[in-house]
């Protein structure tokens, strides 16, 4: 069974500074890992993937990923936090085989100008 | 073209009505989904078409009923809802048997009364 563990319900950040939203995972075999981001009453929008290689993923709108293998971790960060940031962020993973996306519970980002 | 189109927007139904909620994409994607989404949570995975056969269903209950008439199209059939599926309705398009990420629609928002 795989899954996917967002240990911040919410996290706050000033306008202009950076931002960090956790995620773990936990999966048998390589994991393929996603960022999905929810704008209110909207569907999910693709931000940015890890399949293999580089274990640093740049994404859409100036977010990046790093996935850590040992700590089973894929953060989400971005160097400078806008309003515009202000979302719901999903984390999921899938396995090997398959095309099952298991999510996380979702944090939601208050950047505060 | 990378959209996922769904309708209607909204939708109001009683418990004794028959409506269908509709998807379409033109990207090509063999593979198709349908999530339900409620306020603040992580969607679940309702029905999985992998070149228009239906390859998972996750103990949805029968008053939800998916169609796959073509590649391109995907339909959900709904009767006799109770009042807590209530919900985002969302659809999910992607490249079958492939790594890649799952395109979303906007959304059905569905209230049974």
């Known amino acids: 069974a795989q899954s996917v563990a967002q240990p911040e319900d919410q996290v706050n950040v000033a306008e202009g500074n950076p931002l960090t939203v956790k995620c773990t995972y936990s999966?048998?075999?390589?994991?393929?890992l996603f960022w999905y981001v929810q704008y209110p009453n909207r569907g999910l929008q693709f931000l940015l993937k890890?399949?293999?290689?580089?274990?640093l993923v740049k994404g859409s709108y100036g977010f990046e990923a790093e996935f850590n293998k040992s700590q089973t971790s894929f953060h989400l960060k971005k160097p400078s936090a806008l309003v515009s940031d202000s979302a719901l962020y999903f984390c999921a993973v899938r396995a090997n085989a398959g095309n099952m996306l298991t999510f996380g519970g979702g944090t939601r980002l208050m950047v505060k100008p | 073209d990378t959209e996922v189109t769904q309708t209607p927007k909204h939708l109001v139904m009683g418990m004794t009505n028959k409506k269908s909620l509709k998807c379409e994409q033109h990207?090509?994607?063999?593979?198709m989904y349908w999530y339900k989404q409620k306020a603040k949570k992580p969607p679940e995975l309702m029905f999985v078409y992998s070149y228009e056969k239906l390859s998972i269903n996750e103990s949805v209950p029968s008053r939800f009923s998916p169609e796959c008439p073509n590649s391109s199209l995907l339909n959900l059939h709904l009767h006799a809802l109770q009042p807590e599926d209530s919900a985002l309705y969302l659809c999910?398009?992607?490249?079958?048997?492939?790594?890649?990420?799952?395109?979303f629609g906007p959304g059905t928002r569905l209230t049974v009364t």
């Open positions: 999910a398009s992607s490249q079958a048997r492939q790594v890649g990420e799952q395109y």
């Open positions: 999966v048998s075999g390589n994991p393929y």
């Open positions: 890890y399949i293999t290689g580089d274990n």
């Open positions: 990207m090509g994607h063999r593979a």
